[in-house]
């Protein structure tokens, strides 16, 4: 194999640009002549935004967040006449291998490419801080995120801690609980919504009473975006509604402060272990599979396998809720 590229899509994750730079290091230490970086994922491989890559262009960025191949989502991929565009593209660039960095939907979109064009070999690198993706324990980004969402909810608990405050912190995961989950434990949360559970609304609010009848100063109540009440706001609403002891309520929705920061030192090595393995399974002739860490040890999954089964939530975990708040 003589020219690979690599690219990110979907939403941006802490620890890409370790990725990144470990698959350009790796690959020019394995013998592969050309390195080249796609600007904004499946968009630029459309419109044909390449870049040539060396051990100079990755420097100084493992400590950096976000990506600097940037990241875009493409509807003309979606079409069949966008990929035929993007594997012409690839092509006349002579690019033999691919390493995809993202999340479902980067996947999705290369296990429809390698269909429809047997000759690619894509592998992937589970780039997203929802950490919802099958066949690995921790994906990229994820680690940063639950530490971002911690120190901000320990930030929150001090000014409502000074003013006896109830606070409804709604942090990412859409489909996913995981950041919930993790940075509410942490943070000592008086409960976690998370989407997938239905909430009890009747259970929330008689928890909550129990709190303030012990004489519980202040209450931290974390919630995923992805909740079926609707939210933090929504979930305020109507906590607000039943509450008998009458309490000050603020809903501090932390969004995509989430995504950005500087990598934890776990994130980027990490990161750089499954670059570096990403290589290597293109140069091992593997395709359509993405990296990923399981035990601490290195697994690929196929992409079909990684998209189609949930990520489950550890029972362990809820009863660690259940019994700690």
Known sequence: MKHIAVFTSGGDSPGMNACIRAVVRTALHAGIEKVSGIYRGYQGMIENDFMDMNAGSVSNIIQTGGTILRSARSDAFRTPEGRRQAYENLKAKGIEGIVAIGGDGTFTGANIFMKEYPDLAIVGCPGTIDNDLYGTDYTIGYDT???????????????????????????????????????????????????????????????????????????????????????????????????????????????????????????????????????????AGKRGVMIGEVNHEISFTPFEQAIKHNFEIDPGIMEMIRVLA
């Open 145 to 283: 995120a639950i530490n971002t969402a911690m120190a901000a909810i320990d930030n929150i608990k001090d000014t409502a801690n000074a003013h006896g405050r109830l606070f409804f912190v709604e942090v990412m995961g859409r489909d996913a609980g995981f950041i919930a989950l993790m940075s509410g434990l942490a943070t000592g949360a008086e409960d976690i919504l998370v989407p997938e559970f239905p909430t009890d609304m009747d259970k929330l609010v008689k928890d909550l009473e129990d709190g303030f009848t012990n004489k519980k100063n202040s209450s931290i109540v974390v919630v995923a975006e992805g909740d079926d009440v609707g939210g933090a706001f929504h979930v305020a609403a109507e906590v607000k509604k039943r509450l008998v002891t009458p309490v000050e309520i603020k809903v501090t929705v932390l969004g995509h402060v989430q995504r950005g920061g500087r990598p934890t030192c776990m994130e980027r090595v990490r990161a750089s272990r499954m670059g570096m393995e990403a290589v290597n399974a293109l140069l």
